[in-house]
């Protein structure tokens, strides 16, 4: 099986990690960055630490509007397609990457494969929203990390025989890190942290981002945390403030570091008491490294995080994010929300039936 995997963006590299170990060297896996994602340590840190191999195409996409970094991804997943012949495409995530090659992929090469289908926030106005639905929409196979995200593609009108529940592939990543980080990663000492007793916060998300008085109002409410608060600044974010003026106020009221590699943000994730988030995935993660997550917007897609009391959405409202941070860490038993860390190998397995072709018998119909 050949299969051309295209990544981009950050969140992109981890899920690629997990499905590049389970391809193995049984298939061929040619990867593609669109470079929509291109300082270090957004991207070259993540190929060094999980040794992914040096994409064999690379776009230079770069950041620019909505429609034009799509569209150059769309132009040059084509152009990998028409040269490689892959027997699928393999998208991974929401982000305009994933778009872009969905468009060329559903019209140019044999299947087009989403990995992480069937998220919704129901908020149109997340990029990311729209470009999970038209990929899923355009999608020949999905691969869904729950029952209730197939249980959305059912109600949407997407046949069944196309979705399968294989669990979450940054749960196969996280196994895969979690011990790794604790044995090499210095983070902490970097820092000057000490596990259990600092928050640990992101926030990217344009919605936030763009919005100078949420950005502050998340922002103040974070720096009147008892503990240390340690943010590691996305690019976008650190613009913003600088832009709003404000980037020397909060560099004094809270620990604001560069982006951090994979293996240094899962340890800090581990050993945070709390984190507060916008991201996608750091949400599934804090669950998987038992980490009470504060959600900062309003509406998640990773709801049964929430439901079972490991996750509080609490948008940009200071009076939420101080109880959250306050409030005691959930006890009991944790249910098992998305899969047993085998969702890499579960869809190669799906892969394999479906595009290796059985052998032919070569007797004649008679000699059988
Ligand atoms: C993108 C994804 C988002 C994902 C996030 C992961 C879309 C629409 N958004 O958001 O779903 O959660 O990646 O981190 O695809 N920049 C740099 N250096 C870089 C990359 C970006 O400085 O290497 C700056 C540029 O100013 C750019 C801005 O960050 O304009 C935003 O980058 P972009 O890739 O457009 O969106 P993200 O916010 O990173
Ligand atoms: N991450 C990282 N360093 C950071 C912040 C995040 O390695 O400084 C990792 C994190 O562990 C997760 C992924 O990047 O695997 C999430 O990316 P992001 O929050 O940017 O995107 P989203 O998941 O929201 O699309």
Redesign the pocket.
């Known amino acids: 099986m050949k299969v051309l995997s295209v990544v981009g963006?950050?969140?992109q590299f981890v899920k690629e990690f997990a499905l590049g170990r389970a391809l193995g060297d049984d298939h061929e896996e040619v990867l593609l960055h669109t470079g929509?994602?291109?300082?270090a340590e957004?991207?070259a840190v993540f190929f060094d630490e999980l040794g992914i191999p040096e994409p064999d195409y690379q776009l230079g996409v770069g950041?620019d509007t909505?429609g034009r970094?799509t569209a150059e991804c769309v132009v040059g997943v084509e152009e990998a397609i028409e040269s490689e012949s892959p027997d699928c495409v393999l998208v991974y995530?929401?982000?305009?990457?994933t778009l872009g090659a969905a468009v060329a992929a559903s019209k140019s090469a044999p299947e087009l494969v989403h990995v992480e289908s069937g998220l919704r926030s129901y908020d149109r106005e997340m990029?990311?929203e729209v470009?999970r639905v038209l990929t899923d929409h355009a999608a020949d196979v999905l691969f869904a990390p729950s029952e209730r995200a197939a249980e959305t593609l059912r109600e949407e009108g997407i046949p069944d025989e196309r979705v399968h529940v294989v669990g979450d592939v940054q749960y196969d990543a996280i196994l895969a890190a979690r011990e790794h980080a604790r044995s090499v990663s210095t983070v902490l000492d970097d820092i000057g942290l000490s596990p259990g007793e600092f928050v640990l916060a992101t926030v990217?998300r344009?919605r936030n981002t763009d919005d100078p008085e949420r950005l502050t109002a998340i922002l103040d409410a974070l720096a009147s945390a008892d503990s240390e608060v340690v943010v590691p600044v996305?690019?976008?974010t650190e613009?913003r403030l600088r832009g709003y003026g404000h980037w020397e106020e909060y560099a004094e009221r809270l620990r604001l570091v560069d982006p951090v590699g994979y293996l240094d943000f899962v340890r800090l994730l581990d050993a945070a008491a709390r984190v507060a988030t916008d991201?996608?995935g750091v949400q599934k993660e804090a669950f998987f490294l038992d980490t009470f997550c504060l959600t900062l917007r309003e509406e998640t897609e990773w709801v049964e995080t929430v439901e079972c009391g490991w996750n509080a959405l609490v948008g940009a409202d200071p009076d939420r994010i101080a109880t959250g941070l306050a409030a005691p860490t959930p006890g009991g038993s944790k249910p098992s929300l998305y899969g047993d860390g085998t969702a890499a190998t579960r869809i190669v397995d799906v892969l394999e039936a479906r595009l290796t072709p059985d052998e032919v018998d070569p007797n004649p119909i008679r000699d059988r």
């Open positions: 963006a950050r969140p929509q994602h291109y300082d957004l991207s950041s909505h970094q995530g929401d982000t305009n990457s990029p990311e470009n990217h344009p996305h690019p976008r613009d991201s996608g």
